[in-house]
């Protein structure tokens, strides 16, 4: 395409500076799809992690309540302090999940909000140049 496009010839017009900028403008998106995909993988794995903890957690608590004494009160205390527990650590991973994402986020942003400024800085040479 670039040996293509480099033959035409337009008055007052660069094509190879086109053409460059056109590539530099993908291979920032590929490096940004990159990255967000990155973090989706983490989020990915991380969520898998959790998962085989809750897994691992449930079977502890299980053994634990099935061996709780006959007592009701202390019973029903035992389950409010697990229940309490669980909600504590899904906020946990909850705020854990979202920071991944968040940064996963910012750092594709910054790959593209730094070809955005590098691709007006050309312009803005190119209409000088002229």
Known sequence: MTKLFSDVKIP???MKAAMDAQRKNIE????ANQAAVQGMQAVAQRQAEILSQAVSEISTIAQQLASASNNPQELTSKQ???ARKAFEQALANARELAEIVSKSNTEAFAIINKRVSESLQELKALVANK
């Open 12 to 14: 007052g017009f660069d």
């Open 28 to 31: 920032a998106l590929n490096a």
């Open 80 to 82: 409010a302090e697990v």
